[in-house]
């Protein structure tokens, strides 16, 4: 799908404040590592993530996805009113019902007559986000739409821990949920608007997706808990990818000599390298945020442009691809033009 009056205002994101260490992590599974004879540093060994981030006791993912969002407006000088549609897509949720969106709507003022609601689609949410979005400015029903994410991994991972110190614990169950001890937190917003309303905007060009849904049992998640094979995920996860770059050329025309930075949804080391290795990737043309930030699921993509903005890597005309996969299995690959 190809947008030809869509612009990106303004992307923000928010760095949860508490910094917690991969070998934090293993101070707490000493007994269960020593017992099932699981050598130390491996989990930073394997994944590459030295450090994820993670909110304070209390920070709700609406609030995460608040400051995020109040970021994103201010950059992009725009008045919450104005503000047609808020989409959040995180996988973290205050409550079953109601919405996450609609606190995240009461705590910005935004109008009554704002749409909003909820997309969940794993680690893809916010690029399904950017598209509905999308979708609704190229047909003239809005001016402004909002896409905010705010993802809080403490509970999940000291729930995982708690689970894994106990005596019942075997290989199979570690290493079934060893990935989720790779879990982030961040806050990150987008704000997208008709082109000509942002004169110096970044061009939303559209995008592609695939699904490969005979792989949804390769990781399920509850709020306590994600269990995933790890390498089945990793290739079929990457055939898929393959797939979803044929349409992108197809669509938007890609090759690899073609595109200035590639903004991927992270979760390893491993992951991140095979990704790149497979499209060709120079590695100067992709920011690596896991070593720091660890998977912080649909807020991936949007935390990497924001942080390769802030940066400075991005610059006017520059074709920047969006690419994610996520459990299901679906990939989305999306272009901006800076």
């Not at 609601?117 to 029903?141: H, K, P, S, T, Y």
């Not at 770059?245 to 025309?253: C, F, I, M």
């Amino acid at each position: 799908m190809r947008f030809d009056n869509v612009s990106i205002c303004s992307v923000a994101h928010v760095d949860a404040p508490d910094r917690v260490t991969s070998a934090e992590l293993e101070r707490r599974l000493a007994g269960t590592m020593k017992r099932l004879h699981v050598p130390p540093g491996l989990l930073e060994g394997l994944t590459g993530i030295t450090a994820r981030r993670m909110w304070p006791e209390g920070t709700q993912p609406s609030d995460a996805a608040t400051l995020a969002g109040r970021r994103a407006l201010a950059a992009a000088h725009v008045d919450p009113q104005r503000v047609g549609i808020l989409i959040n897509t995180s996988v973290c949720r205050d409550y079953v019902e109601p919405s996450t969106a609609c606190l995240v709507h009461a705590k910005l003022g935004l109008s009554p007559a704002c749409i909003n609601f909820d997309v969940g689609n794993a680690c893809l949410g916010f690029l399904n986000g950017m598209e509905i979005v999308g979708n609704m400015i190229e047909r003239g029903q809005l001016d402004y739409g909002l896409v905010v994410d705010g993802e809080s991994s403490r509970y999940v991972v000291d729930q995982t821990i708690a689970r894994l110190t106990g005596e019942a614990t075997d290989q199979p169950s570690f290493w079934a949920n060893f990935a989720t001890l790779t879990l982030g937190s961040a806050g990150v917003a987008m704000v997208l608007t008709r082109a000509d309303l942002a004169p110096s905007g970044h061009r939303f060009l559209g995008g592609v997706t695939v699904a490969a849904t005979q792989h949804s049992d390769l990781c399920r998640g509850q709020i306590d808990r994600m269990e995933t094979h790890s390498g089945d995920l990793l290739n079929s996860g990457l055939e898929l990818a393959q797939q979803t770059w044929a349409a992108a050329q197809r669509e938007l025309g890609w090759n690899p000599g073609a595109l200035d930075e590639y903004v991927i949804h992270q979760v390893s080391k491993v992951h991140t390298d095979k990704f790149r290795a497979a499209f060709e990737i120079e590695p100067q043309r992709l920011l690596a945020t896991y070593p720091e930030y660890g998977n912080v699921g649909p807020a991936g993509v949007p935390l990497v442009l924001s942080k390769a903005a802030e940066l400075g890597r991005l610059h006017t005309g520059d074709r920047i691809a969006l690419m994610g996969i996520g459990s299901g299995l679906n990939c989305a690959m999306a272009e901006v033009v800076w």
